[in-house]
């Protein structure tokens, strides 16, 4: 969206609602806002400050990065999205960047107003303005005074508090501790109840509601209608099969929703990385364009917008690196003027403004560094004044004002550090007393209050001991060993706001698969749940995401590109691996069984009688034996049952074929098999159609050998029940044909266009009457012109013929046949903003519009482009190219109930076997709970 050159608090407008808060620690304070520049919403990734001050705003009491004093701006932001103005953000959240804690004594003050700044990338940073006064909800973060642990499960007798003595809405999501109440503690529908009561009651002040269309019970309740939203139309990469090579010494950052994956090495440095989605379970790769230079041992930052690397070795040490931002997926190389000396095994940190990095080795071991600030692709060097002694293999956190660095080697382990504060360039020293044991290959971590560092190597034996340290106090605390998992370094630590998790590394002689996760508050360790976790590794990477901890790569048994996604509230893992697709491929067959893509055959290069099911809710994929399937083949059909798959006819390269199969998906087997040649089975053949009825599949059409020169306008049913065929009527049926279509209205099978021998194409078809055996003729009286290879979908009440190729040229037209009417619509099917002509498209049904994608056009090129039809208002709107597929035809696409999936193809020089989702945009109105 445009924004103007000049931004001025006048302009900029938001509005906040606070719609819940967790009472515990650290506490959390949920608002919603809405922001808009020069009177238009603002959509795509924001940067806010926010402040916590008193009525006159001369007064701090809490900023996002601790940083604001007397009401003024924080020095860090915190990346948001923004989609049509709105946003939500979690203050106090310290999982989120540049996020710090909200006290429980901010709320001990009388009036407090949330102060926000916005910089929409362009006009640079703004006051909002008027500050927002917080309502009593945020009060609630003072139940956090009550001493912890005052009250506990032993002080109150089993049974004395009932449902019976609790006064309804007593309790609160404020009064529940996160994780506490899990889904087995909830009655059946419990949830799904309370936010469907009468009126939405379940939903909170100021919450919203958005609704596809009017709706007076809102109003009857009570809500207010604010607006309306359009959400656009989208597409999504799934399960693509695209993984990173494997890999060890690699970087991994964590944007908000992927994890990004690069260099590292597996026998050679590595100049390529991939973006994991966990809510698509996809990786897409990074592109390599302007890239850094293959390395292993290098150090990466998010910076809230952009990962940048730098350093590492390829062999010999680097002083290189880039900047790369996800969205663009596009690098930017990084100035070497005024860089630090070569270097890896070094550290680096992300303050707000610029990456700090420090110590490592190069020519020698380190203990000088640099300041990198993107913004004006710069250096500045770090004094060597009070800093540190030489070392590689240490650790660095930033606390929010400074770095601390600590432990490492330099020929021998060492357990002393220094703090560097970058405001005033200058080091001191991490007090010795009650330090940890000297090590390396460590982890640390910051909580927001603390250094925990933990585990590495004394330079003899691994250590599963380590401290805690307090820059606010300067002293060290021991972490409890009694429950601590075994001895290891090369290992990984995250942080998830309440926990330290630990997890892999090697041990005395062998890589780990186990971990523990650390609580500070009560200075106890719980194990890591073993069931389904990776296997056995070091030398990996782990993210924290805001609710899982993600483990990739490493070396193990070989080098890994597979890892692991820890929930430590379900305490469950979910495996980070590629449910492998099929084998890529086109002219393959696909079926929707209500919950899962079904696709099978197809050509690549020879003819396939593989296949898969893919369930686009768990974007997970699982292979349909080859146990009892047909032999393989293309040009073949396929039809839905409600319970199999049954596959029939088709090429196999060297004969048309006049078998099949059927597979159930509940079972995972093939049934018995379509045999050639049974009692009035069709005879051999492909290109024909097939339908199912609802009791039988009906082919029809087709070529193969025989019929007239090949061509074929015969079929018959079958009975999956009896296992037998029935053979179709011949009276007053359409000529031979094949490339046309065919679609079931629920009483009738409607046949349409094609092509015969010459080859002449066809605009004439049939209409197959299942409970009179009957053929009727359709009508060419206003019939779209000739084609074939064209698409046909039934809407409920028409067939809506598209597209398609009439020997001359690729057409963009079509027609819509009303089977009531016996007539086609003279309206017909609008050219205005349609897709350019093509053929070997792809075509689905919503409920209310028609949806083309892909296909060859005129000029032989394979299309990435579509469109959708609606057939209410006879009007185009074209598919989004934002993020789509490469181009392709031959390809598969069913409809889901919600989206489309698009499987497959030939791109015009390779086959395909990616997965992408679409989802057609829609606006929704938007009612707000006062």
């Known amino acids: 969206m445009p924004v103007p050159s000049r931004l001025s608090a006048g302009v900029l407008a938001a509005c906040l609602f606070a719609s819940g808060l967790r009472a515990q620690v650290p506490q959390l304070i949920n608002y919603q806002g809405r922001v808009a520049v020069t009177g238009v919403n603002f959509t795509g990734a924001g940067q806010f400050k926010f402040a916590l001050v008193n009525a006159a705003g001369t007064t701090t009491y809490w900023s996002n990065n601790g940083t604001s004093v007397n009401g003024l701006e924080p020095t860090a932001a915190v990346t948001l999205t923004v989609t049509n103005g709105l946003y939500s953000v979690l203050l106090g959240d310290p999982a989120i960047t540049n996020m710090t804690a909200v006290p429980a004594s901010v709320f001990n003050n009388s009036d407090v107003r949330l102060r926000v700044w916005f910089n929409d990338g362009t006009n640079g940073s703004q006051k909002l303005a008027p500050d927002q006064r917080i309502a009593a909800v945020g009060y609630a973060v003072i139940a956090g005074n009550v001493p912890d642990g005052a009250i506990t499960g032993a002080k109150i007798a089993a049974g004395t508090i009932t449902g019976a003595n609790i006064a309804a809405g007593t309790i609160t999501g404020a009064n529940v501790a996160s994780g506490a109440i899990t889904g087995t503690q909830l009655a059946s529908g419990a949830a799904s109840s309370n936010l469907n009561a009468s009126g939405q009651a379940g939903v909170t002040s100021g919450g919203l509601v958005l609704s596809p269309v009017e709706n007076p019970s809102l109003l009857a309740a009570g809500y207010i209608r604010i607006g309306t939203t359009t959400l656009p139309d989208s597409w999504q990469a799934r399960v693509n099969g695209v993984l990173p090579l494997a890999r060890d010494l690699h970087t991994a950052v964590w944007t908000g929703t992927e994890m990004v994956v690069w260099g590292g090495f597996n026998g050679s440095a590595l100049a390529a990385g991939s973006r994991y989605n966990p809510a698509s379970n996809s990786w897409v790769p990074v592109s390599t364009v302007s890239g850094p230079t293959g390395r292993y041992n290098a150090a990466a930052v998010w910076t809230g917008t952009e990962m940048i690397v730098w350093g590492g070795s390829s062999g010999s040490a680097l ?118 044991s000297a090590r390396r290959f460590h982890t640390a971590v910051w909580t927001g209050t603390e250094m925990i560092v933990w585990g590495g190597d004394s330079g003899s034996l691994p250590l599963n001991d380590g401290g805690r340290f307090s820059p606010g106090t300067s002293t060290w605390t021991t972490v409890q060993i009694s429950g601590a998992p075994v001895g290891r370094y090369y290992h990984t630590a995250v942080w998830t706001g309440l926990e330290m998790i630990v997890w892999g590394g090697m041990g005395t002689s062998v890589p780990l698969a186990d971990g523990a996760r650390f609580s500070p508050l009560n200075n106890t360790w719980t194990s890591v749940q073993p069931i389904s976790a990776p296997v056995a590794r070091q030398f990996h990477t782990a993210v924290w995401t805001g609710s899982e901890m993600m483990v990739w790569g490493g070396v193990g048994a070989g080098y890994l590109n597979n890892g692991g996604r820890f929930n430590p509230l379900s305490n469950a893992w979910i495996p980070v691996v590629l449910n492998a697709p099929p084998a890529k491929r086109q002219l393959h067959s696909v079926i929707w069984t209500g919950t899962e893509m079904i696709v099978w055959g197809g050509l690549d290069g020879a003819r396939l009688n593989t296949g898969g099911r893919y369930n686009s809710v768990t974007s997970s994929w699982v292979d349909v034996p080859t146990a009892g399937a047909p032999p393989a083949r293309q040009y073949h059909t396929a039809v839905w049952t409600g319970a199999e798959m049954i596959v029939w006819g088709g090429f196999n390269g060297l004969n048309y074929l006049g078998d099949g199969g059927r597979f159930s998906p509940t079972l995972g087997t093939w049934g018995a098999s379509l045999v050639a040649g049974a009692a009035n089975a069709p005879s051999s053949r492909g290109y024909h159609t097939a339908v199912w009825t609802g009791t039988e599949m009906i082919v029809w059409g087709g070529f193969g050998v025989g019929g007239t020169i090949g061509f074929f306008n015969d079929g018959s049913r079958f009975d999956p029940v009896a296992s037998a065929w029935t053979v179709m009527s011949g009276v007053n049926v359409p000529s031979v044909r094949r490339n046309h279509s065919a679609v079931w209205t629920g009483t009738e099978m409607i046949v349409w266009g094609g092509d015969n021998a010459g080859p002449t194409y066809l605009n004439d078809g049939g209409r197959f009457a299942v409970a009179t055996g009957f053929w009727s003729l359709l009508t060419t009286t206003n019939a779209p012109s000739i084609r074939t290879a064209h698409s046909a979908v039934w809407s409920g009440t028409e067939m809506i013929v598209w597209g398609g190729d009439n020997g001359a040229t690729k057409l963009g037209d079509g027609g819509r046949y009303n089977p009531s009417a016996a007539a086609w619509n003279l309206a017909g099917v609008t050219s205005t903003g349609a897709p350019v002509g093509r053929a070997y498209h792809t075509v689905v049904w919503t409920a209310t519009e028609m949806i083309v994608w892909g296909g060859v056009g005129s000029g032989g090129s394979a299309l990435p482009d579509g469109g959708r039809f609606n057939p209410a208002s006879n009007a ?50 938007l009612y707000q709970r006062p």
């Open 319 to 436: 002083n290189t690196g880039g900047l790369y931002d996800p969205v663009a997926d596009g690098w930017t190389p990084m100035s070497i003027a005024g860089a630090p000396l070569p270097r890896f095994n070094h550290t680096a940190v992300w303050s707000g403004t610029e990456m700090i990095v420090w110590g490592g080795s190069g020519p020698g071991v380190q203990n000088d560094g640099g300041r990198y600030t993107p913004s004006t692709n710069s250096w500045t060097l770090v004094t060597t004044v009070g800093a540190p002694s030489l070392r590689n293999r240490h650790t660095a956190v930033w606390t929010g004002t400074e770095m601390i660095v600590w432990g490492g080697d330099n020929g021998v382990p060492l357990n002393d550090g220094g703090r560097y504060v970058p405001s005033s360039g200058l080091w001191s020293v991490v007090a010795p007393l009650g330090a940890p």
């Open 876 to 925: 185009w709107i074209a598919t989004t190219l934002t993020g789509g597929p490469q181009q392709r035809y031959n390809h598969t696409a069913i409809w889901t109930g919600n989206e489309m999936l698009v499987w497959g193809g030939y791109s015009g020089s390779s086959t395909l076997l990616d997965t992408w989702l679409y989802t057609p945009g829609k606006t929704m109105i």
